[in-house]
């Protein structure tokens, strides 16, 4: 039996509706860190390979790389020997497989948590009050589309780890798989970038509201929780399990579709934002219900396609899809609107790939005016687009500008990631190098 160990001022509880819950016993003020918790498995995405060390998380230049594959890199010998009971897992199969070595992220996620499930003799620093196997998995509510994909999972697990590694039962993977679609935590850099995947099982029992009074963030491969409202003792506390710009309408139906639960929070029965999200032109001629719905349709499709358009599209066609949808969605929808927001930034993505820098800014700059409206106060979707802006304007020699953009992101992360974090330090130092 795996003792439980507890976390100082946090305890699990039955939440009424909700199951299984995480609750303070003493107050956190807003910045305050409430727990952290290290990644119990994580892996580097491969688009990142030979920018941040596979062990550490830590991006610099000059990274080693392992003489044999060529594809993992790291800080130094001491980071490459403790990650190697993980990356041989992988090291041999690249070189064999070469270019058809595409394991999905979840895949590489999986396989290193069997390797881990398969040493494990006692509770680990990650599961101090929730071990790992008793995650939620939701199997039973899963629809085919749902299983053909983990069956997909399971596939490329047999193809590219069975040499390496012994499997459980087909049922326990599907559980495991599940698992992680349910409690994985995509790992994101200051500007929101993905950088990797992890499950921290502790932080898995936090449950969601659209008005979430603690946020996560990671320091390389530790998730920390720190407090962006007053919590008092006795308070659940609440993170946000998905982007809190959209309605209502689509905040349920994502929460349905990977967390099989509908939220019952304020945000969510009073809607009290939704008017501001969809918001229409103000026209002399009333646009009428219809035209209203038809466009919300044809938005949501658009962003969908877009979405698949981002695999096989130039950039250049890319920006002229964004325009035109833009501009079609301009006859009826505010520049503010929710939908409108969501093409600008993918827009301004496409200008920074291209550099583009001033359609970029021009982007940006209608972005994060509606952000700074629509998201949380201490949103770090807000302090990302400020952080994008400040280099813009450094890049397009607008220093003052820029550094009043990174000021603006400073004091959102000074709350989000803690005052002493890494990435607080390093804009810190940007700051100052260019005033």
Same mark, same amino acid.
């Given at each position: 039996m795996m003792k439980t160990e507890g976390i100082a001022g946090i305890e699990q509880f039955d939440s009424p509706g909700k199951g299984r819950g995480l609750r303070v016993s003493k107050a956190f003020g807003v910045g305050e860190l409430l727990f952290s918790c290290p990644a119990y498995s994580y892996v580097l995405s491969a688009s990142e390979r030979g920018l941040i060390c596979e062990q550490c998380f830590t991006r610099k230049k000059g990274l080693a790389k392992c003489g044999k594959c060529k594809k993992a890199f790291y800080c130094n010998v001491k980071c490459q020997k403790k990650n190697w009971a993980m990356h041989k897992l992988e090291c041999n199969a =690249?070189?064999?497989?070469?270019?058809?070595?595409?394991?999905?992220?979840?895949?590489?996620?999986?396989?290193?948590?069997?390797?881990?499930?398969?040493?494990?003799?006692?509770? $680990?620093?990650?599961?101090?009050?929730l071990l790992l196997r008793d995650m939620e998995d939701h199997v039973e509510e899963l629809d085919n589309e749902k299983r053909e994909l983990t069956e997909a999972d399971i596939a490329g697990l047999h193809q590219f780890y069975s040499k390496y590694l012994d499997f459980?039962?087909?049922?326990?993977?599907?559980?495991?798989?599940?698992?992680?679609?349910?409690?994985?935590?995509?790992?994101?850099?200051?500007?929101?970038?993905?950088?990797?995947?992890?499950?921290?099982?502790?932080?898995?029992?936090?449950?969601?509201?659209?008005?979430?009074?603690?946020?996560?963030?990671?320091?390389?491969?530790?998730?920390?929780?720190?407090?962006?409202?007053?919590?008092?003792?006795?308070?659940?506390?609440?993170i946000s399990y998905i982007d809190l710009l959209y309605?209502?309408?689509?905040? /349920?139906?994502?929460?349905?579709?990977?967390?099989?639960? *509908?939220?019952?929070?304020?945000?969510c029965s009073t809607k009290s934002m939704d008017m501001m999200k969809m918001k229409v032109r103000k026209l002399s001629d009333e646009i009428s219900q219809k035209e209203i719905s038809d466009m919300v349709r044809y938005a949501r499709n658009a962003v969908e396609e877009f979405r698949r358009?981002?695999?096989?599209?130039?950039?250049?066609?890319?920006?002229?899809?964004?325009?035109? /949808? /833009?501009?079609? =969605? $301009?006859?009826?929808?505010?520049? *503010?609107?929710?939908? =409108?927001?969501?093409?600008?930034?993918?827009?301004?993505?496409?200008?920074?790939?291209?550099?583009?820098?001033?359609?970029?800014?021009?982007?940006?700059?209608?972005?994060?005016?509606?952000?700074?409206?629509?998201?949380?106060?201490?949103?770090l979707n807000i302090a990302s687009m400020y952080l994008k802006l400040g280099r813009l304007y450094i890049a397009l020699d607008r220093k003052s500008t820029g550094i009043s953009a990174f000021q603006k992101?400073?004091?959102? =992360?000074?709350?989000?990631?803690?005052?002493?974090?890494?990435?607080?330090?390093?804009?810190?130092?940007?700051i100052i190098g260019d005033e």
């Open positions: =690249m070189c064999v497989f070469g270019e058809k070595w595409s394991p999905s992220e979840t895949v590489r996620l999986v396989a290193r948590i069997i390797a881990r499930l398969r040493g494990q003799t006692e509770r $680990s620093p990650s599961e101090k009050l459980p039962d087909h049922q326990a993977l599907l559980r495991l798989i599940s698992q992680i679609h349910c409690n994985g935590f995509t790992l994101e850099d200051e500007e929101l970038s993905h950088i990797g995947l992890a499950v921290f099982p502790d932080i898995a029992l936090v449950n969601h509201s659209c008005c979430p009074n603690v946020i996560v963030t990671y320091r390389g491969i530790n998730a920390e929780v720190r407090a962006v409202q007053e919590i008092s003792p006795g308070q659940e506390i609440y309605p209502t309408v689509d905040r /349920i139906e994502r929460l349905r579709d990977t967390y099989y639960f *509908s939220c019952d929070c304020k945000e358009a981002k695999r096989e599209k130039s950039p250049l066609e890319l920006l002229e899809m964004c325009e035109l /949808i /833009i501009d079609k =969605m $301009s006859s009826v929808f505010d520049d *503010s609107n929710v939908y =409108m927001l969501h093409m600008m930034y993918q827009a301004m993505g496409v200008c920074l790939y291209t550099e583009s820098y001033d359609d970029a800014v021009r982007y940006g700059e209608k972005v994060v005016k509606s952000y700074n409206v629509l998201y949380p106060t201490h949103s992101a400073l004091a959102i =992360m000074e709350v989000c990631h803690g005052k002493d974090h890494p990435y607080v330090t390093e804009l810190k130092r940007e």
